[in-house]
C-alpha cells in the first residue's frame, strides 16, 4: 500500500493543564483531499504546528510520507503550506514572493503559476505591504498550487476570498488532486468541504469524533421521513433503524430512519402509502450535530 501522506500516532499536545490534542491517530491517505474540521479551540492549529515541526508534541509522533514530522528538513521536501494569516514580506512584490517561495520546494510549474495569478486576479506587480488580507492569501495559495511538492497542507485559506476567488479555489483544489497531490484542508467553510473533500476528520475538544468520506457521513445520520397513508397505520415498531415514530396528522407519521432504508420499505409496504417524504439532513446538519454534542 502507498505510504500515507500523513499519519499521526498517539499525537498529543498539553499547555499546562490544558490538553489541546489528546492522542490523535489519524491517517490522511496520498492522492486525496482530506478535510480537517471542528468548532473553533479544537485542535486543528495545534496539529498542523505539529506537523509542520513549529511545535513539538508533549507525546506522540508524526510522519509527512516517510519522514518524521520533527525531521523539519526532509518533512518539508513534500509540504507546502498556506497559514490562515499570511505573512507577506513587505517590500518584494507578489512576483518576488512568488520566485521566492518557488524556490523552497522541488520545483515550479510555472506556465501554471502565470495561469493562477490570472484567474487570482492577482496584480503581481505589489508590494507585499500593500496587498489587503485576501490578496496575500491569494500570493500564498499560488504559490503552493504552483509547486510540485506532494502535500499541500491548508489552514484555513479561504477565510478572506470573494465567493468568486473561492471558486477558483476549488478548481485549483481539483486540479491539485487530478496531479496525484494530497491536500490536507482545515476549514470552517462547510459548503467548501462538502465540494473538494474525499474525506473528512472531525475533532472537538483535542479529540477526533469522526473519520469518514463525505457520502458515509450523510448515511450515518438520521434522515427525517414522513409517511402518509390511507387507512390503517402501518406498524413500525421495532424495525431497523426506525426510531422516534409521532402521529403528526390523522394519517401521517413522521419518524427518524438511520443506515440502510430496506427494513422501513418493507414494513410501509403492507399499507396503502399515499405520500411520502425524505429529508436528509445537510452537510452542515450534519456537523453541527458533531459540534454540538457535550464535550468530554
Ligand atoms: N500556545 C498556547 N498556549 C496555551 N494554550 C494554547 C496555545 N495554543 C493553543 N492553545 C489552546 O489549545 C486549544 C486548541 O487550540 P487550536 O488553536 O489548536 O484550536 P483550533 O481548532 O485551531 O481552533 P480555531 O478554529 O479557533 O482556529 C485551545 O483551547 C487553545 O486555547
Not at 179 to 207: K, M, P, Y
Not at 250 to 267: D, E, I, K, N
Request: net charge negative; with cysteine.
Amino acid at each position: 500500500m502507498a505510504v500515507p501522506a500523513i499519519r499521526t500516532a498517539g499525537l498529543t499536545k498539553r499547555y499546562g493543564p490544558l490538553c489541546a490534542l489528546d492522542a490523535l491517530d489519524l491517517t490522511v491517505p496520498a492522492g486525496k483531499v482530506f478535510g480537517f474540521l471542528g468548532p473553533n479551540g479544537a485542535g486543528k492549529s495545534t496539529t498542523i504546528r505539529m506537523l509542520l515541526g513549529l511545535a513539538r508534541p508533549t507525546s506522540g509522533r508524526a510522519w509527512i510520507f516517510d519522514a518524521d514530522a520533527a525531521d523539519v528538513a526532509a518533512a518539508h521536501r513534500s509540504i507546502a503550506y498556506v497559514p490562515a494569516d499570511v505573512a507577506l514580506w513587505p517590500a518584494l512584490t507578489g512576483a518576488e514572493a512568488l520566485e521566492l517561495l518557488g524556490r523552497l520546494g522541488p520545483g515550479v510549474d510555472r506556465v501554471y503559476r502565470d495561469e493562477l495569478v490570472d484567474r487570482f486576479a492577482l496584480d503581481p506587480s505589489k508590494p507585499g505591504r500593500a496587498y489587503s488580507t485576501g490578496n496575500r492569501q491569494k500570493v500564498a495559495l499560488v504559490a503552493a498550487f504552483a509547486t510540485r511538492v506532494p502535500l499541500l497542507v491548508l489552514d484555513e485559506p479561504t477565510s478572506g476570498l470573494d465567493p468568486l476567488m473561492e471558486r477558483e479555489f476549488q478548481v485549483a483544489v481539483a486540479q491539485a488532486r487530478e496531479r496525484g497531490q494530497t491536500v490536507f484542508l482545515s476549514s470552517h467553510q462547510l459548503a467548501e468541504v462538502e465540494a473538494v473533500c474525499d474525506q473528512v476528520a472531525i475533532l472537538r475538544g483535542g479529540r477526533l469524533v469522526e473519520v469518514a468520506g463525505v457520502a458515509e457521513l450523510r448515511r450515518l445520520h438520521r434522515s427525517q421521513v414522513e409517511v402518509s397513508f390511507a387507512e390503517v397505520a402501518p406498524d413500525l415498531s421495532g424495525v431497523a433503524g426506525v426510531e422516534t415514530v409521532e402521529q403528526v396528522g390523522p394519517a401521517r407519521l413522521r419518524f427518524t430512519l438511520t443506515g440502510p432504508p430496506a427494513p422501513a420499505l418493507r414494513a410501509l409496504s403492507a399499507v396503502e402509502v399515499t405520500a411520502l417524504r425524505i429529508h436528509e439532513p445537510t452537510l452542515e446538519e450534519i456537523f453541527l450535530d458533531y459540534y454540538q454534542q457535550p464535550s468530554r
